[in-house]
């Protein structure tokens, strides 16, 4: 089956510090890969969608030059909390979205804590 | 605009006792629908989906769902149920095959022995 991975699985960075998160898949080519965040006990809010060599497109509040994504081939999206600040601090999944069935094949998230 | 409405945030069975998981959605068009588990600390695995055709859809663990299409509804469904499905269930709604999800709140499924 379609697998993604996310790097690092839990970052712990002081504030005002970035930290880049990678999310890949590792055996199919993504035309889209999507950012979502995720507080405690709360459901995913989709932050952005990127497509391959394209600029990412941002859901209503959410910060472009806070939030840096760069989807730069087919396999591997990155996303980049620029000048970390706690409330940053959330569970970060990504998903990636096939070329054959469409379906989003999601990472396995990553745990980011600013301190 | 798309919304998801899953009507139970907690839920609380026994033990191989039946389970409904309600999802009510609202979309101005043609929707795709999507169950997904997700286990504490872990991403999300794809439990079913319908995308067209029958509407009722069956699933992976033994989990089903119907959709409604009068009610706007695509409640999920397990006739028994094992401690092994205690976890979060989204329910997820889309306008477009491969397009951005919008999801429901989380329904927590606990099973109690």
């Known amino acids: 089956g379609a697998v993604v991975s996310q790097h690092p699985s839990w970052v712990i960075c002081k504030s005002g510090t970035s930290v880049k998160i990678e999310c890949r898949s590792l055996?199919?080519?993504?035309?889209?890969m999507f950012w979502y965040r995720q507080f405690p006990k709360q459901s995913l809010m989709l932050m952005a969608t990127?497509?391959?060599?394209?600029?990412?497109?941002?859901e209503q509040g959410v910060e472009k030059d806070k939030f840096l994504i760069n989807h730069a081939s087919l396999t591997l999206s990155t996303l980049t909390v620029t000048s970390a600040h706690p409330e940053d601090s959330s569970f970060y999944i990504c998903?990636?979205?096939?070329?054959?069935?469409?379906?989003?094949?999601f990472g396995p998230g990553t745990r980011l804590t600013v301190t | 605009a798309q919304s998801v409405t899953q009507l139970d945030s907690q839920v609380p069975v026994f033990e191989e006792a039946p389970v409904e998981l309600r999802c009510n959605y609202s979309?101005?068009?043609?929707?795709?629908l999507f169950w997904y588990v997700q286990y504490p600390n872990q991403g999300l695995q794809l439990l079913l989906k319908?995308?067209?055709?029958?509407?009722l859809v069956k699933g992976i663990n033994g989990f089903e769902a119907e959709f409604n299409k009068s009610q706007t509804s695509f409640h999920l469904r397990k006739p028994s149920v094992h401690i092994s499905d205690t976890a979060e269930y989204f329910c997820?709604?889309?306008?477009?095959?491969?397009?951005?999800?919008?999801f429901g709140q989380g329904t927590e499924l606990s099973v109690k022995p």
């Open positions: 998903s990636a979205t096939g070329q054959v069935n469409y379906e989003q094949y």
């Open positions: 055996d199919f080519q993504a035309t889209t």
């Open positions: 990127s497509n391959e060599g394209s600029k990412a497109t941002y």
């Open positions: 979309s101005s068009v043609s929707v795709y």
């Open positions: 319908y995308l067209s055709g029958s509407t």
């Open positions: 997820a709604v889309s306008e477009m095959r491969g397009g951005k999800l919008i």
